[in-house]
């Protein structure tokens, strides 16, 4: 393992892999139509969006999201389908939703692969890196600010809120007597040091939940989620449907209660669709994938 921190990368040299969980359920639940108009709010590498391309003729795509390497990977990804599909640079939150327009909407919540790979972003402690986490790189708070300026008992409540992380109180301490802290690795040590050894060889490494607090602050991605159930529905024509696939309880549980408690929606999934064996042995991060759909009234 390198101890320099990496540069950043040409796309030509690290391709954004972001393999499309619950492809062949995303593509029914949204009953993708011939000449029909959807939208892929978190495009990525553009996955999802080939799939609903590929699945019907003439349909269209309106593909948003807010991270600049994902948009320029899914341009090159589906060059093919120019006529077809258009670009959005934008978070979720901020995209201004026109009333009654499309056909399905689609948002995958997780995290991609090329984030979690990439080292200079931040989001994994697998590789020294500056503690970024930024998703989109025209924020100005990053991962470093948030653990060497806010104090001990602001850290603490975050670990535990957005990590559920039944340490947070001794990780803060242990942050807060060794920063500031500078790189990934850095702060994946100072968490492991300061929980107790059979915690710290535990099936998951300690600093997991700690880094998803971390990457939810920066991103403030309960809020945009909040926002986008809220202002999505309009967005869709009568019938139409929204799929949103989450990877945590923290995000399930809002996409649950936003679909369900909608006056405009009707909640198609009683219970959240998970991958098959199958998937999760040909990818192993869809495991803890949940797929929500519902309907709009007509």
Known sequence: MKSDLQTPLDLEELAFSHISVLGREVIEGLAVRPG???????????????LILEAAADVR???VDQDEDALAAARKELAEFS????FIYSNFADYEFPPNTFDGILADLG?????????????????????????DRGRSLTAADVI????????????????????????????????????????????????????????????????????IVVNDELKSLETFLDKAPNALV?????AIISFHSLEDRPVKHGLRNSPLLKVLTK????AQEEEISQNPRSRSAKLRIAEKLL
């Open 36 to 50: 029909g108009h959807y939208l892929d709010v978190t495009v990525g590498g553009g996955g999802h969006s080939r």
């Open 61 to 63: 795509v309106t593909a």
């Open 83 to 86: 006529d077809r599909i258009q």
């Open 111 to 135: 995290v991609s692969s090329y984030h979690l790979d990439q080292a200079e972003r931040g989001f994994s402690f697998r590789q020294a890196a500056n503690l970024d986490m930024r998703m």
């Open 148 to 215: 060497n300026n806010w104090d001990e008992t602001e850290l603490a409540d975050i670990f535990f809120k957005y990590g559920e992380e039944r340490l947070s109180r001794r990780i803060a301490r242990r942050i807060v007597e060794r920063r500031p802290l500078h790189t990934t690795t850095e702060l994946a040590d100072a968490i492991a040091s300061s929980v107790p050894p059979k915690y710290r060889y535990g099936r998951i490494h300690p600093a997991t939940r700690v880094f998803q607090a971390l990457r």
């Open 238 to 242: 009568p019938g139409g449907r929204i």
């Open 271 to 274: 219970k959240p669709i998970i």
